[in-house]
């Protein structure tokens, strides 16, 4: 499992290496562009937040660690699908990133 830190404050998200590599390309993209959005996950069971949303911001510092040193393969699809569903909502939902298109589809 891969981990995005955010704002140096925080406790890491953890997200799959493959998912992660996905994440960390649509939020270089947006910020390369000085486009902030939100961005929401669901925290685990027994956790006092059940749901978390926070501004991503280019000020803001983040972190991407993956547990492999591989880079995971990409799928251009799935990319694209992710930055349609946020360009359409202002939000990247991390719940819903197992709905964006098959891996293999590249």
Known sequence: ?????YDGTSGPITIDDETLAHVKVVIATKLRRQESFMMTWLHPDG???ARITIWIHPAIPLQF?????EVPPLSAARV?????????TGE???NLLEEEPD????
């Open 1 to 5: 499992m891969g981990r995005l830190k």
């Open 47 to 49: 956790e006092p937040d």
């Open 65 to 69: 660690g993956f547990d492999r040193a």
């Open 80 to 88: 694209k699908a992710m930055m349609t569903r946020l360009n359409a």
């Open 92 to 94: 990247l939902n991390l």
């Open 103 to 106: 891996a293999s589809d590249r």
